[in-house]
C-alpha cells in the first residue's frame, strides 16, 4: 500500500538521516517500539533503506595521492592501529612502529646519513633497536645535523639517537654539542663532521608545529624562550630548529649563533626524509613540502587524509 511505503519512509528518514533513536520515533510517530524496528527491518527489504559498507582506501592509493599532492617522491603511510584513540601519542607511536621497518629499505647503500632531533625520530630508532633490525649493506657514517642542547626532553637528544641508530647500521658515528660553538679549536675538532655534512646522502628528521602551539628549545646563551623571540611567533614550522612562513625561511636573533646544517645545505641531499604526523601538523607538513624541506614523509593514515582534505 502507498501509505505503508509513505510511513516506511518516514520511519527511515527520522532513523537514519535525522539522527531519532527508535524510542524517540515511537514517541513522534505514536507507535509502540516493536513496531518501529519492524518498519525499519521492513524498510531494508523493499529498498527503501540500501546499506553499504565503504572499503577504506588501500594504503598504496593514498600514499600515491599524497605523493601527488605534495609533490614529494615518495610517501610511506603507516596504518593507525587504535580505533578508539586519536591522541598524538598514538600517531607517533603507530609511525615509529611502521617507519623502523621501511628506513631500511631508505638508508640501504647510503653511507653517509645525517640525523636531527624530534619525538618521532627517536621512538623510531628504539623501535629498530628494540626489533633488533639491523643494516650492513654499507660503511655508513651517522651524524647529527643539528646539536644537542643541553635540554632533558629525549627528542632534542641528537647525539643519543645518531648513536643508537649507528649501532643499527652497525656504522661510525660522529658527535658534537651546538654549546661548544666558541671553542677556538671547533672547526679543527669537527671538521671530518663538516666534510660528511658536504657529502650525506639521506638525512632524517621530524617537523615542529608553530612555536606558539609546541615546546621548542630555548636560546641558552640568553635563556629565552624562542616562542618570545622577535619574528618566530610568524612562523607555521620548524625543522632543525630553523623556522618557515609559507613564504619561506625566517631570520630570527638565535640562528646567529646556529650550528646545524643550513636549509641551503639540507636541499640538496638526494634523501631528505620527513616523520611527523598529527592533525596540528597539517599546515607544517603541506607548507616544509611546497618548500622542497623533504621529498620522503613518512606519516600516518589519518594524517594522510586530513592532508588530501586540505
Not at 4 to 9: G, I, K, R, W
Not at 11 to 18: G, I, K, S
Not at 157 to 163: A, C, G, L, P, T
Not at 219 to 229: A, H, K, N, R, W
Amino acid at each position: 500500500m502507498k501509505e505503508d511505503s509513505d510511513l516506511l519512509y518516514a520511519v527511515a528518514v527520522l532513523y537514519y538521516e535525522d539522527g531519532l533513536n527508535q524510542e524517540e520515533i515511537s514517541k513522534r510517530m505514536n507507535l509502540s517500539r516493536p513496531v518501529v524496528s519492524r518498519l525499519l527491518a521492513k524498510a531494508q527489504e523493499c529498498g527503501i533503506v540500501r546499506i553499504s559498507v565503504r572499503k577504506p582506501q588501500p594504503i598504496e592509493s593514498l600514499a600515491a595521492d599524497l605523493e601527488k599532492k605534495l609533490g614529494v617522491e615518495r610517501a610511506y603511510i603507516a596504518p593507525n592501529t587504535r580505533q578508539n584513540g586519536d591522541s598524538m601519542q598514538y600517531r607517533i607511536e603507530d609511525i615509529s612502529d611502521y617507519a623502523s621497518q621501511v628506513l631500511i629499505s631508505e638508508l640501504r647503500n647510503r653511507r653517509n646519513i645525517g640525523v636531527g632531533w624530534g619525538m618521532t625520530v627517536y621512538r623510531t630508532v628504539m623501535r629498530m633497536v628494540e626489533k633488533s633490525v639491523t643494516d650492513h649493506s654499507a660503511d655508513h657514517n651517522v651524524v647529527p645535523i643539528v646539536g644537542s642542547i643541553g635540554v632533558r626532553e629525549v627528542q632534542y637528544q641528537v647525539n643519543i639517537i645518531v648513536s643508537l641508530l649507528a649501532h643499527v647500521l652497525g656504522g661510525s658515528v660522529f658527535f658534537y654539542n651546538s654549546a661548544e660553538a666558541d671553542r677556538k679549536d671547533f672547526g679543527k675538532k669537527y671538521g671530518e663532521l663538516f666534510a660528511i655534512w658536504n657529502e650525506l646522502d639521506a638525512v632524517l628528521f621530524g617537523l615542529g608545529t608553530s612555536p606558539l602551539e609546541q615546546r621548542i628549545p630555548f636560546d641558552l646563551e640568553s635563556g629565552t624562550p624562542v616562542q618570545s623571540i622577535e619574528g618566530v611567533k610568524d612562523a607555521v614550522g620548524d625543522i632543525l630548529g630553523q623556522f618557515f612562513t609559507e613564504n619561506g625561511m625566517m631570520k630570527c636573533s638565535w640562528e646567529d649563533g646556529y650550528l646545524g646544517l643550513s636549509i641551503e645545505r639540507l636541499r640538496k641531499v638526494n634523501r631528505r626524509i620527513c616523520l611527523c604526523g598529527g592533525s596540528e601538523k597539517v599546515r607544517s607538513i603541506m607548507t616544509a613540502a611546497d618548500l622542497g624541506l623533504f621529498n620522503v614523509l613518512v606519516t600516518d593514515s589519518r594524517t594522510a587524509e586530513e592532508i588530501l582534505r586540505s
